[in-house]
């Protein structure tokens, strides 16, 4: 089969042209980027890029994208340069992504642009900040909430990125905290396969890379890690992520007129229980957890501090180029929420220091 380069056809667009390349090689069942959702406000199409193609990109250019290089993943403002952070498991998330939905003839610019835009909301020192925000603004926060509010409201000024449908549900819907790894309750998950897969792939990544940094903080040994785990799974971070990918390739397929993403049992139970022994000791392990709790007592003063001090919020707003507070449009705590979130670890501990430390005289 001869393929003409898409720049040679002068009567359609790039765009047109590889949209109508979707249509044939693309799974019945994926997503083609001709039937991409509604945005929240309408706009001319670009004559290069797909609308998810377009997504990804808005996403990667975000503010919020960049501070992700700065946010814990789950060792707190790691000084090794080896250690994961939220940006670097992002990556390895869309790459995990990427990588299923290819093999099952899926969108992979919309399984991309979910796995970039999914932790744009996170908060800075991991769950951590979480759950700080959690207690203090509402035990209804979410990072996967949050996130979608980062792309629809917060970013570039309050005007928002302006995302397609199904990029902002499979944002909102990718996290699963400690309940189902496969949920099968309807409304729970993304519409699209790809944001299916996007959930998986999370868990995928962070089983992986979270269990390997363990390793290198030595906050475990080898030896602990249980022995079906390294039987089925596999002893290398390669082997583990190359045989769940391979088990949940193998094991989707169509049923009763649906595509259903499924593992095989062994494979299945083997990442249940190393998600339980992560949690067990690592996640909660002393030396990880007793950090966390300096974290959040840290968020938890800011957050005091900014809802007592409007003029101290409204410049940490305008440093992050995020919209003023305005009293008719947000509730005063819902933007200090809003800072509080979009802060890097970093940028956190500096602003403490510089509020509430004593400056000794020179």
Not at 61 to 74: D, I, M, P
Not at 80 to 102: C, F, K, M, P
Not at 240 to 262: H, P, V
Not at 327 to 342: F, G, H, M, Q, Y
Request: glycine residues 6%; proline residues 4%.
């Amino acid at each position: 089969m001869t393929i003409t380069p898409l720049s040679i056809c002068k009567s359609q667009s790039i765009c047109e042209l590889y949209q109508e390349r979707e249509k044939e090689f693309l799974s019945e069942y994926g997503c083609t980027s001709s039937n991409a959702g509604p945005r929240l406000r309408e706009e001319n199409g670009c004559s290069i890029r797909t609308p998810f193609q377009l997504d990804r990109d808005r996403i990667v250019y975000s503010n919020a994208f960049r501070r992700l290089k700065h946010k814990t993943q789950v060792f707190l403002s790691p000084l090794g340069d080896h250690y994961r952070t939220r940006l670097t498991h992002t990556l390895e998330v869309s790459e995990i992504a990427r990588n299923i939905a290819r093999a099952m003839r899926l969108n992979e610019d919309l399984a991309e642009a979910i796995a970039l835009g999914h932790d744009l909301g996170h908060t800075p020192f991991g769950h951590g900040g979480e759950t700080a925000l959690k207690e203090i603004y509402s035990h209804h926060f979410s990072h996967n909430a949050q996130s979608l509010r980062v792309v629809d409201k917060l970013e570039k000024r309050g005007e928002g990125l302006n995302l397609t449908y199904q990029v902002r549900d499979g944002i909102l819907k990718h996290s699963k905290g400690f309940g189902e790894i496969m949920p099968s309750a309807p409304g729970v998950t993304a519409s699209t396969i790809e944001g299916k897969i996007v959930r998986i792939a999370d868990i995928i990544a962070y089983l992986n890379h979270d269990l390997d940094d363990a390793l290198r903080s030595k906050v475990i040994t080898a030896s602990e890690i249980p022995d079906i785990c390294k039987r089925v799974l596999g002893t290398t971070h390669s082997e583990r992520a190359r045989n769940m990918m391979q088990d949940l390739i193998s094991n989707s397929s169509e049923r009763n007129g649906e595509f259903l993403l499924y593992m095989g049992d062994r494979t299945f139970s083997a990442m249940t229980i190393l998600r339980q022994f992560l949690y067990n000791n690592v996640y909660r392990a002393p030396s990880v957890h007793q950090e966390f709790v300096k974290a959040k007592k840290v968020l938890i003063e800011l957050y005091k501090h900014f809802m007592d001090d409007v003029d101290s919020l409204q410049t940490e707003l305008e440093k992050m180029e995020m919209a003023p507070w305005d009293a008719a449009k947000n509730p005063l705590e819902r933007s200090v929420c809003d800072i509080i979130a979009s802060m890097t670890d970093r940028y956190a501990l500096e602003l403490y220091t510089k509020l509430f430390f004593p400056r000794p005289r020179v």
